[in-house]
């Protein structure tokens, strides 16, 4: 199941009828073979109709390009640009949106064929909020060809982000554990985002589970669980059930998600979950992590859906861990001081109970869930995938609905260091600049729960933007000591 749309790129140059409109073509034609020769071709497709002084160009030029597929829009200010029909384009056009401009090519230029896009993006900007409409503007967005091929190809993955979200179906199972109310939330803003929810008791899935016993295909399920664990298959004895839990949630995504496209699950694991299926399903929601359909712990709606955007983003898997524990000074200043160079408050350890996929860990292991098993039968928490998570660069971050239907957000760039954790579940020691100012003043500030996202890699600068484009009325960063919070004490000691 391919769970993340493809991205379509028309790109629409625009000209304003003082200038002449041979100058917006030229730049267009350069600007597309720019980013075929960079990127190649796939994701563009170049409109021939350039718009001018008109809105009947405009509404030929929508049509063109939702004949040829397109489902994403770029408008290239090759020179001034007309402010009322470009951003009616953008108006009436349903998808995710880009503006860029051209900068003039050299001295020669100036004297009679200056663009002044500089200016025009000015004007397009104003006009669009005039008109309330959405879009994304890049840093810098003007630019020579290759500057605009690459700001259209670093809109790819916002593209493809707020594509998914409004073709995208939430599955839950459950209420929100007791205790758990930091993982509950208004479920307002999802309808705001276009992100449909199917909220269903834990006993429709218990009865659907129990439907699948005799299901042929377990046995097939269940040995390539265990090629897929090798020699990290140590509880061999739980893999049919696991199996069968499997092909439970497969076969509920693929009848309930109606209309929509893309899929994500919000799971219950605890507390009558164990006893009653006899397992714990964190294996499961990494192998359907995996394969690009995120699985939330704890019922936790939010928690899936920020997974979601970072699967778009980033086209990978990604994880759900808890903001969970400091790392002990021995271990900081054993492994962790001399050898990377982070204040200790900067780092901290990451952990889920085996909800991470068997690629992102260094030596995957199958174990029973010990948090669990300290109060029920060791036998009910098989089910748990154990490793300490490969290094690498990561992004942690998270979209969340305040109890008051408010949208915050967060995002952090750092990395997961190769340092052992001597710990259990899937976990890993995370290193992220000023996280001991971000924590008290943006995480603990803004009141988001303990759950964070994580993608593999440095996707800030996307996941920033998404955020934006989506409206979320904060974001929060870790911001480097000379930039204080708002809410940060300036005396210290």
Aim: charged content about 25%.
């Amino acid at each position: 199941m391919k769970n993340v749309p493809t991205v379509k790129v028309g790109i629409v140059a625009v000209s304003r009828d003082c200038f002449p409109i041979e100058l917006s073509i030229k730049r267009r034609k350069a600007l597309v073979e720019a980013y075929v020769k960079e990127y190649g071709e796939a994701d563009i497709y170049e409109c021939p109709i350039c718009i001018f002084e008109s809105e009947i160009d405009m509404m030929h030029s929508l049509q063109d390009i939702k004949a040829h597929g397109c489902n994403a829009l770029c408008v290239f200010l090759g020179n001034f640009g007309p402010e009322i029909s470009e951003t009616l384009l953008a108006k009436y056009f349903d998808g995710p949106i880009m503006f860029c401009a051209a900068e003039e090519e050299n001295v020669g230029v100036l004297s009679s064929d200056r663009g002044d896009a500089y200016c025009g993006m000015l004007n397009a900007s104003y006009n669009l909020k005039l008109r309330n409409v959405k879009a994304y503007i890049p840093e810098s967005p003007v630019g020579d060809a290759a500057d605009c091929a690459k700001m259209i190809h670093d809109f790819l993955p916002i593209a493809r982000a707020i594509l998914g979200l409004r073709n995208l179906k939430i599955i839950s199972f459950g209420p929100r554990p007791q205790n758990f109310l930091a993982c509950n939330a208004p479920i307002k803003q999802l309808y705001n985002l276009g992100v449909e929810i199917e909220e269903n008791s834990e006993l429709d899935l218990y009865e659907s589970f129990l439907k699948h016993a005799d299901d042929p295909r377990i046995q097939e399920v269940a040995e390539d669980m265990a090629k897929e664990l090798g020699k990290g298959n140590k509880i061999p004895t739980v893999l049919p059930k696991l199996a069968q839990y499997e092909l439970t949630l497969l076969d509920w995504v693929e009848g309930h998600k109606g209309c929509r496209e893309f899929v994500a699950i919000a799971g219950k694991c605890w507390p009558a979950f164990q006893t009653m299926f006899g397992f714990v399903p964190c294996y499961v929601n990494s192998r359907l992590t995996g394969r690009g359909i995120p699985v939330s712990c704890e019922v936790d709606i939010y928690g899936c859906l920020s997974e979601y955007i970072g699967s778009c983003i980033s086209e990978e898997a990604v994880t759900l861990l808890d903001i969970n524990n400091t790392v002990p000074k021995e271990m900081y200043h054993a492994d962790i001081e001399k050898q990377f160079g982070y204040k200790f408050r900067d780092t901290f350890m990451g952990f889920h109970c085996g909800n991470t996929c068997s690629k992102l860990l260094c030596h995957p292991e199958m174990r029973y869930q010990k948090i669990m098993a300290r109060s029920l039968p060791r036998e009910v928490t098989n089910g748990t995938l154990e490793g300490d998570i490969k290094p690498g660069e990561i992004t942690f971050y998270r979209l969340q609905s305040t109890a008051d239907n408010h949208l915050y957000a967060y995002v952090a760039e750092g990395e997961i260091l190769p340092v052992e954790t001597h710990s259990f579940g899937s976990i890993a020691v995370f290193a992220i600049p000023e996280m001991e100012r971000f924590y008290r003043h943006v995480l603990i500030e803004n009141g988001f729960p303990h759950h964070g996202a994580v993608a593999f890699g440095h996707h800030g600068k996307a996941i920033f933007e998404v955020f934006k484009y989506l409206g979320a009325e904060k974001i929060g960063f870790n911001q480097p000591a000379s930039l204080p919070y708002p809410t940060e004490n300036p005396y210290k000691g």
